[in-house]
């Protein structure tokens, strides 16, 4: 895998995480499994951005 894709996946798998974070803080969980969900649909194929985001 490229270096320069994986490093975009691990910084937006971090980002996720602080939303994640951010959300739980103000409550709103299920808008946040909402907008993830919606964001592993339209990514699903790209396998490598889906491992790093699976335990979310």
């Given amino acids: 895998m490229d270096q320069k894709i994986a490093s975009a996946y691990n910084q ?4 996720l995480q602080e ?3 951010a959300h739980a ?3 709103k ?3 946040f499994r909402e907008k993830l ?3 592993r649909a ?3 194929r790209r396998s490598a951005m ?3 985001i699976g335990n979310l």
Avoid: T
Wanted: glycine share 4%; net charge positive; charged share 30%.
């Fill in 25 to 27: 803080q103000a409550g």
């Fill in 50 to 52: 889906m491992r790093r």
């Fill in 19 to 21: 939303l994640r974070d």
């Fill in 42 to 44: 339209r990514y699903a």
């Fill in 37 to 39: 969900a919606a964001f």
């Fill in 29 to 31: 969980d299920a808008k």
């Fill in 12 to 15: 937006a798998a971090a980002q």
